[in-house]
């Protein structure tokens, strides 16, 4: 089944989609991992050589038109088509709203949102000549509920989310099905790799407490969460289902989570994450 086809994912320097990656490549599809910065792909190149998978690391930065442009231009000169594209790149922006500057969250919007807007533009002018494909945009169990402090990075992939949901009507004619995989806490360094808000450092700042709670909170959470690994198969399996949903979870505590709040009141569950949090 995997064996023509030729996979995309963003932002594979490390964490998810250094995994998914891996995962696509060891069972047969031609993966091209892309990174903004290529000096990080020595360890993705060395274990495809020493495997010898098909994987090859791109050069491509989602905020940049032409990096992406030339990107995806590489790869279908090399594979003449492009079957599946994961977007995965992005960050998290750590900070309460009054202590995030709009610059802040214009590069927290420009990576996340934006910088999956330009790579998913590029390549369907080339699923769609093809009369298929797939596009598997990594959302976040933040994609569904907010917490506090992540206002920035819960409403980019917000939406993500409504991004996904509107054009998978205007794909479905087309043959390109549209995938959001909604992880939850995951073992990688994304939370160590998160942009503190510049004011939120600041000791004086009403949020100063508020914040350091939340950190102490997400490091206990951490100890228990799942392995990047675990997204990877919830997106292979995706991918090779003949009919898949448009949303899937991935990580116990994010199944748990939805599974209340689908049978609660949003009063009720705010309370619940406010309890959670303080």
């Known amino acids: 089944m995997n064996e023509k086809r030729v996979a995309i994912v963003t932002g594979s320097s490390s964490g998810i989609g250094f995994e998914i990656s891996l995962m696509l490549a060891r069972n047969g599809?031609?993966?091209?991992?892309?990174?903004?910065?290529?000096?990080?792909?020595?360890?993705?190149?060395?274990?495809?050589?020493?495997?010898?998978?098909?994987?090859?690391?791109?050069?491509?930065?989602?905020?940049?038109?032409?990096?992406?442009?030339?990107?995806?231009?590489?790869?279908?000169?090399?594979?003449?088509?492009?079957d599946i594209l994961i977007n995965n790149a992005g960050y998290g922006l750590s900070g309460a709203l009054e202590d995030l500057l709009i610059d802040e969250i214009k590069l927290q919007f420009d990576t996340n949102f934006f910088g999956l807007i330009r790579a998913t533009q590029a390549v369907l002018p080339i699923m769609r000549n093809h009369g298929s494909g797939i596009i598997v945009n990594i959302s976040s169990g933040l994609g569904r509920f907010g917490i506090a402090t992540s206002s920035a990075y819960a409403s980019s992939k917000f939406a993500v989310e409504g991004l996904t949901e509107s054009m998978s009507y205007e794909l479905e004619p087309f043959g390109i099905k549209t995938i959001l995989v909604e992880p939850g806490i995951i073992k990688t360094n994304f939370i160590k790799a998160a942009v503190l808000a510049q004011k939120s450092k600041d000791p004086n700042s009403p949020y100063f407490q508020f914040m350091n709670n939340m950190d102490e909170g997400m490091k206990k959470l951490i100890e228990n969460s799942e392995s990047p690994e675990y997204v990877a198969r919830v997106v292979l399996d995706a991918i090779n289902d003949s009919n898949p949903k448009l949303r899937y979870l991935a990580g116990k505590d994010v199944e748990q989570i939805m599974e209340i709040k689908n049978k609660m009141s949003d009063e009720d569950f705010h309370n619940m994450i406010k309890n959670m949090s303080s």
């Open 29 to 82: 599809l031609t993966t091209y991992a892309t990174m903004r910065d290529l000096h990080k792909s020595s360890m993705l190149t060395s274990i495809a050589d020493k495997e010898k998978i098909p994987l090859r690391c791109v050069q491509l930065d989602v905020t940049d038109d032409m990096s992406v442009k030339q990107a995806i231009e590489t790869i279908v000169n090399e594979s003449h088509n492009i």
